[in-house]
């Protein structure tokens, strides 16, 4: 089993930044993608960025320019910078995280961490 857990979340306003950490711990061995997903109230979840571990990375489009995603192997941890921060940003973020068992793809989930966006 892997545990994530998120930190970063909260109050911010609009066009400032924010930076969300996930932390994998457990069975981490040959994790292949790490990544964040959002889910905004009455919306379905959605992806905003994944990097896998050999470094390819890979933006929702609406992301693109604002959001950075990085991954520390030694540290097992992914991060997220937010910059340019808008209202429609609001969401909970979910750290994912997945490896292949044979030709299953398995994910991993976090608990999630509140980001909103309000002046």
């Known amino acids: 089993q892997v545990q994530l857990v998120e930190s970063g979340g909260g109050l911010v306003q609009p066009g400032g930044s924010l930076r969300l950490s996930c932390a994998a711990s457990?069975?981490?061995?040959?994790?292949?993608?790490m990544g964040w997903y959002r889910q905004a109230p009455g919306k379905q979840r959605e992806s905003v960025a994944f990097v896998t571990n050999g470094g390819f990375t890979d933006y929702a489009d609406s992301m693109k320019g604002r959001f950075t995603i990085a991954r520390d192997n030694a540290k097992n941890t992914v991060y997220l910078q937010m910059n340019s921060l808008k209202p429609e940003d609001t969401a909970v973020y979910y750290c994912?995280?997945?490896?292949?068992?044979?030709?299953?793809?398995?994910?991993?989930w976090g608990q999630g961490t509140q980001v909103t966006v309000s002046s």
């Open positions: 457990g069975n981490i061995s040959s994790l292949y993608a």
């Open positions: 994912n995280a997945g490896r292949y068992i044979g030709t299953t793809y398995v994910k991993y």
